[in-house]
């Protein structure tokens, strides 16, 4: 009765299998770093964009009361009153465009990596059945 040279390795060396699960926990642990460091950006990102049309929303608030209260024509730079607000609700806008497409097509686990490991895998494992 033959034995698998996979299951001979596993009786031998169990240390081995050990070793090759550690590898590819050390993999998943290298991918879902990269995955949370690209989380924690882009929510430092978002967070900025929404400062940005907070603080838009209440400068035109702000400009709105100003307008009601005082005449325009009497006012030295009135285009100001408009200018801030809509240029933070555009950085707003921009900031929040711009993560939205970043995030486009990223996943957690790249898929490559883990095939090109997996095909590495299946070559050792053909290589030690002999075939």
Do not use: C
């Not at 290298?30 to 978002?46: K, P």
């Not at 608030?61 to 325009?72: D, M, N, R, T």
């Not at 993560?99 to 090109?116: N, P």
């Amino acid at each position: 009765m033959l034995i698998h040279p996979f299951f001979r390795t596993l009786a031998s060396r169990p240390d081995l299998l050990a070793d090759h699960a550690g590898a590819y926990a050390a993999l998943a642990q290298a991918e879902l770093g990269e995955a949370a460091r690209r989380w924690r950006q882009r929510l430092l990102w978002m967070t900025v964009a929404a400062v940005l049309a907070l603080l838009a929303l209440g400068l035109a608030g702000v400009a709105l009361l100003l307008v009601a209260a005082l005449p325009v024509a009497q006012m030295p730079a009135a285009w100001v009153l408009a200018a801030l607000p809509a240029t933070l609700a555009t950085l707003a806008l921009g900031l929040l465009l711009w993560q939205l497409r970043s995030g486009r097509g990223q996943t957690v686990f790249d898929a490559a990596l883990w095939r090109e490991q997996w095909a590495q895998d299946q070559a050792l494992w053909q290589e030690a059945s002999g075939s």
